[in-house]
C-alpha cells in the first residue's frame, strides 16, 4: 500500500508565506506525477500545481502563477506558497500518481490553509 503524508498548512495573514510538503511511503513502483489539489468549501476540487515526472514540465493554476512554487525530492513533494490572498483558503491535497501498466491516484488526507485578511 501507498501513503501520502502532508505537513505545513496553518493560519496566516494575508501577503505571508506557507510552505507544503508530501512524502510518499510503502509500495511506490513509479511516480509518472505529482501534485496539489485544493477544495475550498462550496466548491470542487481544483487543481493547483503539479509536476509531471517524465521531462519535469510543470503546470499551474492561472490563480496561483507566479506565486507557488511545486518541486520534488525523490519521493517527496512541496509547494511553496508566496503572496497569499484570503481566497487561496482552502484544505490543501497532494496527489500521487503512481504505477507502471496500471496507473492510480493516491490522495494524502489534506491540510487546512487560512489566509486571513
Known sequence: ??????SGGGLVQAGG?????CAASGNIVKINAMGWYRQAPGKTRELVANIITNGGRTNYADSVKGRFTISRDNAEVYLQMNSLKPEDTAVYYCNMNLGVAI??????QGTQVTVSS
Do not use: F, I, M, N
Open 1 to 6: 500500500q501507498v501513503q501520502l503524508v502532508e
Open 17 to 21: 508565506s506557507l510552505r507544503l510538503s
Open 103 to 108: 496507473k492510480r491516484d493516491y490522495w494524502g
